[in-house]
Structure formats: C-alpha cells, structure tokens
T-cell receptor, first 115, second 112 residues
Framework: DADVTQTPRNRITKTGKRIMLECSQT?????MYWYRQDPGLGLRLIYY???????NKGEISDGYSVSRQAQAKFSLSLESAIPNQTALYFC??????????????FGPGTRLTVL | QKEVEQDPGPLSVPEGAIVSLNCTYS??????FMWYRQYSRKGPELLMY????GNKEDGRFTAQVDKSSKYISLFIRDSQPSDSATYLC????????????FGKGTSLLVTP
C-alpha cells in the first residue's frame, strides 16, 4: 500500500464550488505539506504543518485553507474555486527527526480542473 | 526573481549519452541540495541529496554543488530510456521543518 495517499485523484468542478482534497499517510511523520504544480511554474508551497496544532501559510495560501485532523491526515480546501486554481496538487510528508535534511515524500497527486 | 532557477527544457538525448542538468540559486543561506525525479502522473521522489559543496556519486548519477557560484548540477552517465522524467532541484537553508525551494523542473527524454 502507498505510504502517502491522496483523494480524489482527479476532480472537475465549477467556479464557486467548495472543494476538499484529502491526504493520508502511514509513514508516522509529523510534518505535512500541500503544494500545487503548474506548467512553467514548478512546485509552490500552499500550507505546511509541523504537527496537529501547528499550521503555517506557504508561498501561495490565498484562496485556500487547511485542516490537520490527526497526525496522519491533512486536508486542503478551496472555499470558492476559481479557474486559475486548476493545477496538480501534491501532499508531502517529512520526518521531524530527520532534522534539516527534511526529505519529503510525495503522494501521487490530485489533478483539479475548475471550469 | 525566484530563488531557484532551472531551465525547463525539454531536453532530448540518445540512449547512452551523458546528461547534464543544472540549477542556479540566489539565497546564500541554502546548504541542503536535492534532486527529485518525477515520472509522468506521479509524485516527485528523492534521487540525490548533498550537503554544502562538493560531489556525490550514486551509480550512474553524480550531484555537484558549487556554493561559490551558487550553481548545482546533476550528471547522468549512460542514460537510459527509463531515465525519461522531469528532474527538479530543491534546496533548503536547513531551518527545521521548513519546506523546500524547488526549481521549475527540467523535462528529459532519452530516446532508444
């Protein structure tokens, strides 16, 4: 079974709809991240969480919110989706005991299309 | 200007060629340098990791870091069609728990 799973894998929605993307991990890692990937722009950080009680904004948090329901679960919400949020979204995890090395393990991605 | 710059390619080479992939960066605080490989429709996975300056070799792959020039490279020897993927450089200043700074990724195609 995959260590980092994301649901759904693909989603098409309409402008103005609320969307939730979910991430679960079985790696036992404390740290979790949400990124979006766009052609020509690479990976950009949306939010990250050091543990259940610690959530931080990343480079591009406007229009997004997150919830860390448990150590293993980190959800990303688009409160009112807009077309320029069409992208590939990745969840990642890392182990706090790894210190500054901070290797991140990525999920398979969610392809979101906002019409 | 982004802190990490990477030519997106695409780069197409014949099987067996030596491939050179590069990134430049502007933040002199970066100390941890990584290369991730991303296959189509998959998440990135760590390929190589280097701390500070110097070289690191792992099989057909060699990572080089030149902090004085703020320039990192990944070399692939005897390239194979299975190496066809997008390669992303990533860097960190080492602050505990912080996310990585990624390049845009270079798309590589190795043709048989």
């Amino acid at each position: 079974d995959a260590d980092v799973t994301q649901t759904p894998r693909n989603r098409i929605t309409k402008t103005g709809k609320r969307i939730m993307l979910e991430c679960s991990q079985t790696k036992g890692h404390d740290r979790m991240y949400w990124y979006r990937q766009d052609p020509g722009l690479g990976l950009r950080l949306i939010y990250y969480s050091f543990d259940v009680k610690d959530i931080n904004k990343g480079e591009i948090s406007d229009g997004y919110s997150v919830s860390r329901q448990a150590q293993a679960k980190f959800s990303l919400s688009l409160e009112s989706a807009i077309p320029n949020q069409t992208a590939l979204y990745f969840c990642a995890t890392s182990d706090a005991s790894g210190g500054a090395y901070n290797e991140q393990f990525f999920g398979p991605g969610t392809r979101l299309t906002v019409l | 200007q982004k802190e990490v710059e990477q030519d997106p390619g695409p780069l197409s080479v014949p099987e067996g060629a030596i491939v050179s992939l590069n990134c430049t960066y502007s933040n002199s605080a970066f100390q941890y340098f990584m290369w991730y490989r991303q296959y189509s429709r998959k998440g990135p996975e760590l390929l190589m990791y280097t701390y500070s300056s110097g070289n690191k070799e792992d099989g057909r792959f060699t990572a080089q870091v030149d902090k004085s020039s703020k320039y990192i490279s990944l070399f692939i020897r005897d390239s194979q069609p299975s190496d066809s993927a997008t390669y992303l450089c990533a860097m960190s200043a080492g602050y505990s728990g912080y996310a990585l700074n990624f390049g845009k990724g270079t798309s590589l195609l190795v043709t048989p």
